[in-house]
Each structure stands twice: as C-alpha cells, then as structure tokens.
C-alpha cells in the first residue's frame, strides 16, 4: 500500500456522515481478525507540535461517548481522546480540522496506543458545542421547534454540552 491508495483526506472528512449517538463498539482487534488484508496507514503528512485538548471540550467528548472507550467498549479506566483520522495524516494548513470534536473518540490508552496511524473503525462523530443555539438563547424557541427561531437557515447536530443532542447554525466556530 502507498500513500496514494488512500482517500484523499479532506474528501474522507467531507464524505463521512455524522453517526448516530447508538453507536456499537467494535472491538478494534475483532475488527483487524476480521479483514482480509492488513490495516492500512494513514500517510504521515506533518509532524507539527501538537498543543493540549482543552479540557471542557475533552469533558464533553467523553459525556457523548458514554465515558467509554469506543474502540473496545469498556469503561471504568482513564479515557484519552484519540484522533480518528490522525492528526499527522493533516496538512499543516488543515490541522484545525484535525483537533475538531467531530474527528476525536474517547479511548483508552491501550487502544489509543494500539490504534496508532491505522485506519480507524469510525468516521465523523457529532461534534460538541459548550452550550447549542437554544440554551445560550432562551425564550427564542425550545429544542423540539422547528429550526425557523435561529438566524441562520442551515443547521448543524452537535452534542451539546448542557442539554445532550441538539443542533447549532452551520456557522464556523460553533462546533469545538
């Protein structure tokens, strides 16, 4: 395999549908079992420094993912936020896309660790917000209304942080 066997990564980002929130677990290990050839690498495009994930937005990843690693489904250990499409699979000139909420899975570090820059099992998941459209506006329709009461026509589903599953203006800054 070469690097070019692979997607381009922005169009493997776009094409990738927001999963549901009953997401299934697989075991990563079942899964490599299971294929008839070797898990591919993603191709390392960068190795820039990478700076923290906040931690209220690491917070709000784990409460969408359940507090559980999602690449084993077990809970009850310390959970690091992996990258689905890893970081160094980026160009440089798209790493805020990388470290976006919608690219990162709770998992847990032996996972994480043996995941490394394989393809991963998942796509796109809902990104998280801190607070959606309606809570940080209250008295401007509820969650159930239709979208009509934002000032934006488009709308995005996000996890949001204060009242679970929502959705925010398709707006860039929005989604952590």
């Known amino acids: ?100 909420s919608d690219n990162l899975v709770s998992a847990c570090w032996d996972c994480n660790q043996r995941k490394s820059n394989f393809e991963s099992i998942w796509t796109k998941r809902l990104g998280v917000v801190i607070a959606c459209w309606y809570c940080l506006n209250p008295g401007h329709g509820e969650h159930d209304d239709s979208f009509e009461a934002m000032p934006y026509p488009v709308t995005v589903p996000v996890f949001c942080g204060r009242c679970g599953i929502s959705s925010v203006p398709a707006v860039v800054g929005w989604v952590l």
């Open 1 to 100: 395999m070469t690097a070019t066997d692979f997607l381009d990564i922005t169009a493997y980002y776009d094409q990738s549908r927001v999963q549901s929130e009953q997401v299934h677990a697989i075991s990563l290990g079942s899964l490599l079992d299971r294929l008839e050839e070797p898990a591919r690498r993603w191709p390392v495009r960068n190795r820039e420094e990478r700076t923290p994930i906040d931690s209220q937005k690491r917070a709000i990843i784990h409460e969408r993912d359940g507090g559980i690693c999602r690449i084993c489904g077990t809970g009850g250990h310390v959970l690091t936020v992996d990258h689905i499409i890893p970081r160094s699979a980026f160009e440089i000139a798209d790493l805020v896309a990388a470290d976006r």
